[in-house]
């Protein structure tokens, strides 16, 4: 026999046949160990897909942005449509702003969206609760769920919008007032 061997078997059966209490311990401790260990990367591989599937999902699989405003939105999408493989496509918008309901403020990140392209790029859809994207229009918006708890929002209700645009004009001596809105729906994702 291989010393190797030899010396393994003589650790694990100091006393001849019989097996030892430290070696069922030894064996139970290292199995258990492998097992969590297998258990906890399973978990986090099923997390993290589920993560990256809900971000495609409300993201889109690309985003094109830049630090200023895109002049001409509908050329950059022409030029992308044209792109192999591309299947769809839409424009969005979007910032830090105020939202102010009552006397409750919020300092969400807002989104603005073009209805009639969204639905082929994002299944917005699937993710609203209780509304409709139908609802939809320039003076209404749909509001996160936490969103519309944090305000005390439903659906229905009106809702003022405050932009840093507005601190630009103040600076300038000139007065925007806050645009108002109606809440239209609210949607949870599943993730901020």
């Known amino acids: 026999m291989p010393w190797p061997i030899y010396l393994a078997l003589k650790q694990l059966f100091p006393t001849g046949k019989r ?3 430290f070696t069922v311990i030894s ?8 097992m ?3 258990v906890t990367i399973s978990v986090m591989g099923g997390f993290g897909r589920e993560i990256r599937r809900m971000i ?13 405003a895109i002049r001409d939105p509908e050329l950059v999408l ?10 769809a496509a839409t424009p969005y918008a979007e910032g830090v702003v105020m939202v102010l309901s009552g006397n409750r403020p919020a300092f969400p990140a807002v989104q603005g969206v073009d209805v009639e392209r969204v639905g082929k790029v994002i299944p917005i859809d699937r993710y609203i609760r ?23 929002a439903t659906i229905g209700s009106k809702i003022e919008l405050y932009t840093p645009l507005m ?6 001596d000139e007065a925007i007032l806050p645009r108002e809105f109606r809440v239209a729906g609210l949607f949870e994702i599943g993730h901020n």
Do not use: N
Request: charged share 20%; glycine share 10%.
């Open 19 to 21: 097996v030892h209490f």
């Open 27 to 34: 064996i139970a401790g290292v199995s258990l160990g492998v």
């Open 167 to 172: 601190l630009e004009r103040m600076r300038a």
């Open 130 to 152: 209780r509304g409709s994207l139908d609802a939809l229009d320039d003076d209404s918006i749909i509001l996160s769920g936490q969103l519309a708890q944090q305000l005390d």
């Open 56 to 68: 495609i999902d409300t993201g889109g699989d690309i985003q094109i942005r830049s630090s200023a």
């Open 36 to 38: 969590m260990l297998i």
């Open 78 to 87: 022409k030029d992308v449509l044209a792109v192999t493989g591309v299947a």
